[in-house]
């Protein structure tokens, strides 16, 4: 058996997964968003009409729901980068014995069910919970703040579901780096600051670009934090992805918008990777 051969039956495993869990099933989308509404079972007809893709550009409301999701996604991940560099950070310097409990209390919350983690944010976010209860105990507050159904109990709802997806990638990084680097530093009179700035930041940028991916990009189609937990101005893609497909029945519209939605995400990335990729 030749090398190639070899490489071949390798790569036939993931190369059959990506086909069948991934273009067979944006072709169909692909095919439905230049299908035809009609009444009935599907509610669409297949054809060659490009007509709803045309209405995605005429309707600034599909253009504003897009936006919308993107700078969401943004900076829930850039919340999570904040937030989660440290934990990480502070889980790869901790003793070799305490990172595998420390790394498991940071997937703990996965364990217990989705709905249920955010119906625990509306028990602390709503105006009666837990929160306001202790501001007001406390005597900091004279009345309760509005902080259910708001644009800050969506992003916490997200920061908080999808920080793990930071963490780890970050630890893997930085638990990789030779702690000799940073005592060369140090010995050459960099301060701890500039040490982490010039070392420990640069050689952790493939875990920061995949932990921001990996929260960005399922944060752009986030349909039940933004629903449970965000206001009525919140309408988000997801949102309208739902209202399209399951109230309007006007699959061939919703099929169009997550084919602008999946290439307004993608394209970036691949662009990004391509340029990474060049000597």
């Known amino acids: 058996m030749t090398a190639a051969t070899r490489r071949a039956l390798v790569l036939a495993l993931p190369v059959a997964w990506m086909l069948l869990f991934f273009a067979a099933p944006f072709a169909i989308v692909l095919a439905?968003?230049?299908?035809?509404?009609?009444?009935?079972?599907?509610?669409?007809?297949?054809?060659?009409?490009?007509?709803n893709f045309a209405l995605l550009l005429e309707d600034?409301?599909?253009?504003?729901?897009?936006?919308?999701?993107?700078?969401?996604?943004?900076?829930?991940?850039?919340?999570c980068l904040l937030i989660g560099y440290p934990m990480a950070l502070a889980i790869a310097r901790a003793p070799e014995r305490w990172r595998e409990p420390l790394l498991l209390a940071v997937i703990?919350?996965?364990?217990?069910?989705?709905?249920?983690?955010?119906?625990?944010?509306?028990?602390?976010?709503?105006?009666?919970?837990?929160?306001?209860?202790?501001?007001?105990?406390?005597?900091?507050?004279?009345?309760p703040l509005k902080l259910l159904y708001t644009d800050?109990?969506?992003?916490?709802g997200i920061t908080y579901c999808y920080?793990?997806?930071?963490?780890?990638?970050?630890?893997?990084?930085?638990?990789?780096?030779?702690?000799?680097?940073?005592?060369?530093?140090?010995?050459?009179?960099?301060r701890p600051w500039r040490a982490f700035l010039t070392v420990t930041l640069p050689l952790s940028l493939p875990g920061v670009v995949a932990g921001f991916l990996l929260v960005f990009i399922p944060a752009v189609g986030e349909f039940v934090i933004p629903e449970l937990l965000g206001g009525p101005g919140a309408q988000l893609i997801g949102r309208v992805l739902w209202t399209e497909f399951f109230q309007n029945r006007d699959w061939p519209l919703a099929a169009a918008l997550a084919v602008v939605l999946l290439?307004?995400?993608?394209?970036?990335?691949?662009?990004?990777?391509?340029?990474?990729?060049?000597p």
């Open 32 to 51: 439905i968003a230049f299908a035809e509404s009609v009444e009935g079972i599907p509610p669409f007809a297949l054809a060659l009409n490009p007509a």
């Open 60 to 79: 600034p409301f599909y253009a504003e729901a897009v936006l919308r999701s993107l700078r969401v996604a943004a900076v829930s991940a850039t919340l």
């Open 108 to 143: 703990l919350p996965f364990w217990a069910s989705f709905l249920l983690r955010i119906t625990a944010w509306i028990g602390l976010l709503q105006d009666d919970g837990w929160i306001n209860g202790a501001l007001i105990g406390l005597g900091l507050l004279s009345e």
């Open 152 to 156: 800050l109990a969506m992003y916490v």
């Open 163 to 190: 920080l793990p997806f930071m963490v780890l990638p970050l630890y893997a990084t930085l638990v990789k780096q030779d702690p000799a680097l940073l005592e060369a530093a140090e010995d050459l009179g960099a």
């Open 263 to 278: 290439l307004a995400v993608v394209l970036p990335i691949a662009l990004f990777q391509n340029r990474a990729a060049k």
